[in-house]
């Protein structure tokens, strides 16, 4: 969906996911959330490694390879990007990236929070965490689209999601564990009830996410009463309904293509939008489905080798 975005293919359900993707992705991130052997600092010095690093290098070897900063003044079109890339915009080809730098920014503060709020009682920390959310929801209002430095335009927003999605971590594990309980003698069995009652509400939250992109799609407004509601309820209806699809396909498969997709995570980013910007450059009539699918084609097939000979550029320092 990113790069059909990206690529600008006219699907309404592109339109419609596009709404809403990246507070997703900043949710599922949360989810997953694990503090590097109970330190905040090998934490930090992990996603500095995995994230910041390669987002720097990547943006900087696109810089190069952007043939529009060789017309003209060369050396300030190298400042521009330079300053542009440390701020957090990337690059205009690897403009995609802004979410690995933003991704380090959340994920180091909620690092920070871990680690201060450990030793509290659950529902002092639950507490803290709640007002936290709160603030980051006021300071969004308040700085949404607005040309900050370290992209905090986007930050408290990014945040607000990814701490939503560590708070639930609790929740999907005990989830977890209700799963692998042994079925009742009921008609259907524990595991079937609660896939059917979880696409049910799936399809519920669904139904008010596409409602709510309507109305914002109609008037135009990006305010607080509807970006936030439209980002919670699009996110959660996908996970649910991708999460019940998951129990209907070999897990063997599924591990394997998302497995391989997230370990090469950096590397789609960054070229997938460095074709698309290319193909747009030099052949700007070209079918918007066609680029898309260079874009992936192209992307998959470098995959391997950055993997093999650079790791450390797209990420893999582990």
């Known amino acids: 969906m990113v790069i059909l975005y990206h690529a ?5 359900l592109v339109r419609y996911v596009s709404s809403w993707f990246m507070p997703c992705f900043f949710l599922i991130s949360g ?3 694990e503090l590097k052997a109970n330190s905040v600092k090998q934490t930090c010095t992990h996603r500095v490694k995995t994230l910041l690093l390669p987002y720097f290098m990547l943006s900087f070897l696109f810089v190069f390879l952007n043939p529009n900063n060789y017309h003209g003044d060369i050396i300030h079109n190298f400042q521009v990007n330079a300053w542009d890339i440390l701020m957090g915009n990337s690059g205009f080809m690897t403009v995609s990236l802004w979410f690995v730098y933003v991704l380090f920014e959340v994920c180091c503060m909620t690092a920070i929070g871990h680690y201060l709020t450990k030793t509290m009682k659950p529902i002092a920390r639950k507490g803290i965490f709640i007002l936290t959310l709160v603030c980051c929801l006021i300071a969004d ?9 370290f992209k905090l335009g986007d930050f408290f927003i990014a945040w607000f999601m990814y701490l939503l999605g560590y708070m639930l971590q609790p929740y999907i ?3 977890e564990e209700y799963q692998t309980l042994p079925d009742p003698p009921l008609k259907g069995g524990r595991r079937t009830l609660s896939n059917i009652y979880l696409i049910v ?9 596409i409602a709510l992109h309507v109305w914002q799609s109609a008037d135009g407004t990006h305010k607080l009463l509807i970006r936030v509601p439209l980002f919670l309820f699009g996110s959660f209806s996908a996970m649910g309904v991708a999460y019940v699809l998951t129990q209907m396909i070999p897990h063997n498969f599924i591990g394997t293509v998302l497995g391989y997709l997230s370990k090469n995570a950096m590397c789609l980013l960054a070229i997938h939008m460095w074709v698309i910007c290319m193909i747009r450059q030099y052949v700007p009539s070209c079918n918007p489905l066609f680029v898309a699918i260079c874009a992936l084609g192209v992307s998959l097939l470098i995959m391997p080798f950055s993997s093999r000979y650079f790791p450390w550029l797209v990420g893999q320092n582990r």
């Open 8 to 12: 600008q293919v006219p699907w309404y």
């Open 31 to 33: 989810l997953l959330f």
């Open 141 to 149: 209002f308040f700085l949404f689209q607005t040309s900050l430095p």
């Open 173 to 175: 594990k005990r989830r």
């Open 201 to 209: 509400s799936s399809l519920f939250l669904l139904s008010v996410a």
